[in-house]
């Protein structure tokens, strides 16, 4: 029996999203494995309607926007139920990034209720070749050019950018500091250097964008001048809190396949489970699964409650490390019970390994969440991160 305490609701919406995750879209798995990440436009228009029958499209934006008005309690019990599937094809579901939500009105008719209907992708442009884990490095620069701005700089990284209709580029605005702009895919100097391979098959690239004197205008501003970082800060924890609920799902799923594997399979005479070696690399990999769903579902009840921004920010931090850490070795652990056939790509395991891996890195990396986690315990005191 759980601690954590779901609505009638909550449970109602837990068991949507499951099966929304069981029906539509592990069938797709291995298709999608096969196929690099890419799956027909067919299949891809099927995921997309489903998900909108299900009201899981644009969780957390509200409902005056074209979104579902989520809780952050709501947003990771239906994420728990998206990490349990591999390939990334939960992110056909169509949403959009929470900065979005400080657009104006005509901002965010162009571009977010498009995008919370799956009419039109947004990417977020932040990393370059010299910043990384520290946003603070940016050399992306908007210069004023008589009633515009003109964008010049490189971006890395930009999850969705070979598909998006729009980027969020992170640049530092002539007298302001970071600034988010919206960029037409399709505006002048844009340009895409590289779509580079990775380790996963995911939907959509990661590629490099080149901004070469990109002109736009104030009304590409989102959210006002030199409020980039502020804005960013409620996207990381968000973001954060995402993946560690991915990661607690990819865990009880990696559980259930393992221990069905091992409960059935023989050797020596015996079951694989009855064999210490065995057994005890999945029992750890399930306290580490209990402890990182309990640390999720924390963060989300603080969120909820209205909790001190900075204590949720540093609790955000604590479940993303522990939980993408975990969730990790618990891959392993699963690739090591099947054995041979934990190497094949159309094997849960095999996949989950490979994926999430990223989940140490992006959206700030382990080190970068240790970082945090040390001052707000210097700053804000231990209990506060601890209790």
């Known amino acids: 029996m ?117 009419e039109g992708w947004v990417s977020y442009a932040v990393t370059e070749e010299y910043a990384g884990s520290d946003p603070s490095g940016i050399s992306t620069v908007a210069e004023r050019v008589g009633d515009r701005w003109r964008l010049d700089g490189e971006k890395w990284f930009v999850t969705s950018g070979d598909v998006a ?3 969020i580029v992170v640049a530092l605005a002539e007298d302001a500091g970071p600034t988010l702009f919206l960029v037409d895919a399709e505006a002048d100097g ?6 580079p391979p990775f380790t996963h098959s995911f939907p959509h690239g990661h590629p490099t964008l080149h901004l070469n004197g990109v002109l736009v205008g ?5 959210g006002g001048l030199g409020q980039a970082d502020a804005l960013q800060q409620n996207w990381f924890v968000e973001e ?66 209205g909790a001190d921004r900075k204590v949720v920010h540093a609790k955000a931090s604590l479940a993303k490390l522990f939980a993408s850490e975990a969730a990790w070795r618990c891959a392993d652990r699963a690739v090591q019970t ?23 890195i992006w959206e700030g990396t382990s080190e970068i969440q240790r970082l945090i986690i040390a001052r707000a315990m210097e700053r804000r005191g231990v209990r506060q991160v601890i209790a």
């Open 240 to 305: 954060r809190l995402g993946i560690a609920a991915h990661c607690v799902g990819a865990m009880g799923r990696l559980l259930e396949e393992a221990v069905a594997w091992a409960a059935e399979r023989e050797q020596g005479g015996s079951r694989l489970i009855d064999h210490q070696g065995v057994a005890f690399p999945l029992a750890d990999s399930a306290a580490d699964a209990a402890a990182a769903r309990l640390m999720v579902y924390e963060v989300a009840a603080l969120a909820d409650a």
């Open 2 to 118: 759980s601690l954590i305490r779901l609505s009638d609701e909550q449970i109602e919406l837990r068991d949507r999203a499951r099966a929304f995750v069981d029906d539509v879209l592990i069938p797709r798995e291995e298709s999608a494995e096969r196929a690099g990440g890419r799956l027909p436009s067919s299949d891809v228009g099927e995921i997309m309607k489903a998900a909108l029958a299900a009201r899981l499209n644009g969780g957390r934006h509200s409902v005056e926007h074209g979104g579902q008005g989520w809780s952050a309690t709501d947003y990771v019990v239906v994420h728990e139920q998206f990490g349990r599937n591999t390939n990334g094809l939960w992110w056909w579901v169509p949403d959009a990034y929470n900065v979005l939500s400080a657009g104006t009105p005509d901002q965010i008719s162009r571009y977010l209720r498009p995008a919370l209907l799956g």
């Open 165 to 167: 209709a729009v980027h």
């Open 218 to 222: 104030d009304d590409a501003v989102l």
């Open 190 to 195: 844009v340009e895409y250097l590289d779509d």
């Open 338 to 360: 099947f054995g041979g056939r934990g190497y094949m790509r159309t094997n849960v395991a095999e996949r989950y390994l490979r994926e999430l891996r990223v989940d140490r």
